[in-house]
């Protein structure tokens, strides 16, 4: 398996509209990176090599900065990990990138992903933004099984979907600041399911205000796919300009995941929404819809 060890990079040019850095480790990426661990974690099961497509992977590690959303999502489990067991194996990986112990990085989907690639195991990253994707490069110079894309991920899938393997994960995880995002990864995922139907697929997606997410869920119900969504909220849904929580939705959950979730979410959910939040946890079959 990879390791990772030093500093990210430093980041290079002028900004462009979206980056993650300001939302790493934010709760959404606490909730999003622990069940990516999960899924991984499922496909040790097997020898048989796995490929892992991570379409909108981000920098790979980022700076936390002071006032940053990481203050309300990793930042509150950090002093307390040693009393989360079911996510050990989430911050173990935290804990790889802060070797002296203080919270200072946070490792993207691509760094949880490097974790879990054995002899043979492959990952293919997908990032737009040239400077995202300047810092992942040199970020995995040195990983080896990974490749490294600078494409748009809806062309992506279409290339890399599906892998030779025929084993392994599709994450997509757009920042959905364009319209028409939502409608880009129902189109995905009816590409996957098309053409890989037994691959694993991860999407997330975020939850401001009930109606646009039950639309969501009715266009990937069209597809018969054996989906579920599993919302993890801590906030109350009343101001849809807030991101008062986000969803996975889970195509072919590996054995066991969505009971694993349903224990573990409620007290996570329960923790970082603090006093005044509002945590909940729905896992929802769509199939059955
Ligand atoms: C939410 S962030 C990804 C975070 C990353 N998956 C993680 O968990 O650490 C979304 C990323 O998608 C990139 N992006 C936006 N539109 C894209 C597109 N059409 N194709 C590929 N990457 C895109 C953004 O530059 C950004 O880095």
């Given at each position: 398996m990879g390791a990772w060890s030093g500093a990210p990079p430093r980041r290079r040019g002028a900004s462009l509209n979206y980056s993650h850095t300001y939302h790493a480790g934010n709760i959404a990426d606490v909730f999003k990176h622990y069940v990516l661990t999960l899924v991984l974690e499922a496909l040790h099961r097997k020898d048989a090599p796995f490929c892992v497509v991570d379409s909108h992977a981000g920098a790979g590690i980022y700076e936390l900065g002071r006032g940053g959303e990481h203050e309300q999502g990793i930042g509150q489990l950090w002093p307390e990990r040693g009393a989360w067991p079911a996510l050990a194996r989430y911050l173990e990986i935290v804990a790889r990138v802060n070797p002296s112990g203080r919270l200072r990085y946070y490792p993207g989907s691509p760094m949880v992903i490097r974790e879990f690639l054995r002899a043979g195991d492959r990952a293919v990253l997908l990032e737009l933004h040239p400077q995202e994707y300047a810092t992942l490069r040199e970020t995995m110079?040195?990983?080896?099984g990974i490749g490294v894309h600078h494409i748009n991920a809806w062309n992506g899938i279409k290339a890399f979907v599906p892998p030779k393997e025929n084993r392994g994960l599709v994450l997509i995880d757009p920042p959905y600041e364009k319209a028409g995002e939502s409608t880009a990864v129902v189109a995905a995922l009816r590409h996957g399911m098309r053409h890989w139907r037994n691959g694993v697929y991860l999407a997330w997606y975020p939850i401001k205000a009930r109606r646009p997410v039950e639309s969501f869920y009715r266009a990937v119900a069209t597809m018969k796919a054996p989906a579920h969504a599993v919302e993890f909220i801590t906030?109350?849904?009343?101001?849809?300009?807030?991101?008062?929580g986000s969803g996975l939705l889970v195509i072919n959950p590996p054995w066991r995941l969505l009971d694993t979730l349903r224990a573990s979410l409620p007290p996570l959910a329960a923790r970082l929404a603090g006093a005044s939040g509002s945590p909940q946890v729905r896992i929802v079959d769509l199939a059955a819809n």
């Open positions: 110079r040195d990983a080896s906030l109350p849904l009343d101001m849809e300009r807030r991101l008062n």
